[in-house]
């Protein structure tokens, strides 16, 4: 259609996003965060994380390379639910790892035409959106379910 924004995939992978993690702490329910500490010449991915809650003072340590599970609404190191997860198309959860994450979502979906990404980038975030989140039918709930979980981050 004319005059929608032509939508190119940055090439951002899940694990770029997840150096800084919005989760629910597990002693207070309050917003909490598990952060990467980076080590020279190491992949992000590996690198050591520390949970913190600034509402209770708990805080966690978790050392470099150890096992880590990626593909659902909880963080990948020390498996908290994430503070950004809602339900919507019919039971789906749909969820972010912070607000880098959303935007990322929510500019893929606002534009109306949807490229397909280059060779070589299967990885990215966006080539790996499960089929309901990229789904026409679905982009109105979608968008709405995502202005409403960035709310809860002001
Ligand atoms: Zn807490």
Not at 123 to 128: D, N, P, Q, V
Request: glycine share 12%.
């Amino acid at each position: 259609m004319a005059g929608e924004l032509r939508y190119r995939d940055p090439g951002t992978r899940i694990y770029d996003l997840a150096t800084d993690v919005d989760v629910v702490c597990p002693r207070c329910g309050g917003r909490a965060f598990v952060l990467a500490e980076p080590v020279d010449g190491e992949l992000e991915l590996f690198w050591p994380r520390r949970f913190v809650c600034p509402g209770c003072g708990r805080s966690a340590f978790r050392a470099a390379g150890q096992w880590s599970c990626w593909g659902g609404p909880i963080d990948p190191y020390f498996g908290l639910p994430l503070w950004l997860r809602t339900t919507c198309c019919g039971g789906r959860t749909l969820w972010a790892f912070n607000r880098a994450h959303l935007e990322l979502l929510e500019g893929h979906l606002a534009a109306g035409l949807r490229e397909r990404g280059m060779a070589g980038q299967g990885m990215t975030l966006i080539a790996r959106l499960p089929a309901w989140l990229k789904s026409a039918r679905h982009r109105g709930e979608v968008l709405s379910a995502l202005i409403r979980l960035r709310r809860s981050l002001d």
